[in-house]
């Protein structure tokens, strides 16, 4: 019997550790194909990323990506301070200061459930607005489309932080006299480490996204001319380039994968840092 148990407990390390060697495996993979075929084209010609399409980009690769480049920080960027914003708002009101732990809990059962909602969902929600106001395809809808994207993540992030922070935060701030806004100001700063690692992800997952954008920013070949105005971001020029019959459109499609995984392994590691950077500030953190 006992030589069983420890055959069983021998077999489930090797299956535990053989799924984590083919997933670990798997990404190796991804990142050094992406980075191997990409990088080569980056290296050969790095003025792409920064050179606008020419008229016929799509078609025989003249000019770069510039376009995509800025399309994609003009949509996430805004759409990330727009969701931040909110995404710790809410979270601040779930905690027990404001919130019934039932009401909690049934708030967070939504925004789960919004989390593990394919991305082009919210792209098809946002046509269907888009649609029903007469408008088109923008930059701004775009913002929308990843801004609502965003939200449940960065919400969930920051809700876990604070509810991680220590309970002797708050009881020092209310026998300090504190009202339930200043604890919640001190409650934030405990738990920073959290929140911008939350909100660092938040915005490397909207940069990532393509299904989102594909109905609410459109395609465009041109610059970013306006909020109002049709837009194109990597992720989709990616989609569109790596089907193209011309060779060189599609090591273009390489060379903006690489420029996009670098960006958010970048992101990753940076969200990384500035959790233990302001992990200095939390109560029981670590001090220069």
């Known amino acids: 019997m006992d030589l069983d148990r420890y055959a069983r407990q021998r077999l489930f390390g090797w299956l535990v550790r053989g799924a ?47 376009h995509a480049v800025l399309g994609s920080v003009f949509i996430v960027g805004p759409a990330t301070v727009v969701s931040a914003i909110l995404a710790v708002s809410t979270a601040i009101y779930l905690q027990s200061d404001y919130s019934s732990e039932q009401f909690s809990e049934t708030v967070n059962m939504f925004l789960n459930v919004l989390w593990g909602t394919p991305p082009i969902v919210y792209g098809v929600f946002v046509l269907t607005v888009i649609i029903a106001v007469g408008a088109q395809t923008s930059l701004f809808f775009g913002i929308v489309a990843i801004a609502i994207f965003q939200y449940p993540i960065m919400t969930r992030y920051t809700d876990e932080a604070l509810r991680a922070a220590p309970d002797t935060v708050r009881e020092a701030t209310y026998g300090l006299g504190a009202t339930r806004f200043e604890t919640s100001l001190i409650t934030v700063r405990a738990a920073l480490p959290g929140i911008v690692a939350g909100i660092v992800m938040g915005f490397a997952r909207g940069i990532g996204d393509a299904a989102t954008v594909l109905f609410t920013a459109g395609r465009s070949t041109n610059m970013p001319a306006g909020p109002f105005e049709p837009a194109t971001t990597l992720p989709v020029l990616i989609f569109d380039q790596a089907m193209s019959f011309n060779a060189e459109v599609r090591s273009h499609a390489y060379a903006a994968a690489f420029v996009l995984i670098v960006a958010v392994l970048g992101l990753i590691l940076a969200s990384k840092l500035l959790a233990g950077r302001y992990a200095r500030f939390a109560p029981g953190g670590r001090h220069s």
């Not at 083919?22 to 190796?28: F, G, S, T």
């Open 20 to 66: 984590a060697a083919l997933v670990v495996a798997v990404m190796v993979m991804v990142v050094a194909v992406t980075i191997y075929r990409g990088g080569r084209v980056f290296i050969t010609d790095p003025a792409i990323a920064v050179t606008p399409p020419g008229s016929r980009y799509m078609l025989e690769a003249e000019g770069g990506f510039f």
